[in-house]
């Protein structure tokens, strides 16, 4: 099975288009150390020519033109795509958006949450991807869907289960205590590969890990997690936006309460941060941040990142 990290960054990207934070000026200048980052996405295939992208963010036409395996074969016919689906995992604008991308009458299939179907069916602007030729597949939580799309079987599975999470930013209801967040606003997704049953787990947005999914994760081989921010305040501390990271519903890298700290006992073997926002310090790789991350046995993503599984 080939993963493929499409985008490494959170929403916005790095560096975002309106942001002079110190790592936005570091990576603009082309300071050493500093890499730019597309939003957050990854595409995976069983055998290499089918693929299936797990969230459609708004760089995907960036991401499609810099990853030949996602252009059409040169023997194909005048139209053609070797995308077969896309999985969402909420949403947010940084993960559904690049729907619009696949737009151009083209066969594939959409697999998310009732909850975020319900999004695109409130937003006729999705309607471009016609029913006729774009399946939109409601995700059970617990069970094993075989992925498929425009009549190709994909030779993978997707297993999505419900995250500690939070609506998407734009659907707030700002006098609710929990923002109107409900179940299956955040998934996370365990893809299988048929033939081998290899299988990893992919986690871009999540407030908390809880002990259901710190058992779930337990002896995992490859788990792709939410890398928002390193500190809780980091936003509010450079002057960008007065937000923590708990409110923004992502759990930090550091901290009692952090991702680093909770994977320490789930013995994952490899373990790799994407959705990172560009105010994260250990976005530079000489930062003291970005070894302690690696110390504890993180990679931080990169866009082109190429894992075989
Ligand atoms: C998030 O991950 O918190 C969202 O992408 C925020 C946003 O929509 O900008
Ligand atoms: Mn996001
Ligand atoms: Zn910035």
Known sequence: MFVKILGSGAGGGFPQWNCNCANC?????????????????????????NWVL????????????????????????????????????????????????????QAFSIYAA???LDVLA???????????????IA???????????????????VKAFPVQGKIALYLEDKSAADFGTKVGDTLG????????????????????????????????SLVFFDGTLYHENEMIEQGLL?????????????????SIRAFERLGVARKIYVHINNSNPALDASSKERAAANAAGWEIGEDGMEVRL
């Not at 990576?27 to 069983?46: D, E, I, W």
């Not at 995700?139 to 599975?157: K, Q, R």
């Not at 992919?202 to 337990?218: F, M, Q, V, W």
């Not at 007065?242 to 901290?255: A, E, I, Y």
């Open 25 to 49: 000026r570091a990576v603009r200048a082309g300071a050493p150390g500093f890499l730019a980052r597309t939003q957050s996405s990854l595409a995976v295939s069983a055998e290499g020519a």
């Open 54 to 105: 797990l969230n459609a963010s708004p760089d995907l036409r960036q991401q499609i033109a810099q990853t030949p395996q996602l252009a059409p074969s040169y023997d194909d016919g005048v139209r053609a795509s070797p995308i077969k689906a896309v999985v969402l995992t909420n949403g947010d604008v940084d993960h559904i958006s690049g729907l619009l991308n696949l737009r151009e009458a």
């Open 114 to 116: 009732n909850r975020v």
């Open 122 to 136: 409130g937003n006729r602007i999705f309607d471009i991807l016609v029913p006729e030729l774009v399946a939109r």
């Open 139 to 157: 995700l059970p939580y617990d069970e094993d869907v075989a992925l498929a799309g425009a009549g190709v079987d994909l030779g993978l599975s």
């Open 189 to 220: 997704l365990e893809i299988t590969e048929t033939r081998t049953g290899r299988s990893f787990f992919y986690i871009p947005g999540c407030a908390k890990i809880d002990e259901p999914l710190a058992a779930r994760l337990t002896g995992a």
């Open 242 to 258: 007065g937000k923590t990271g708990s409110r923004m519903g992502h759990v930090n890298m550091s901290g009692e309460d952090g």
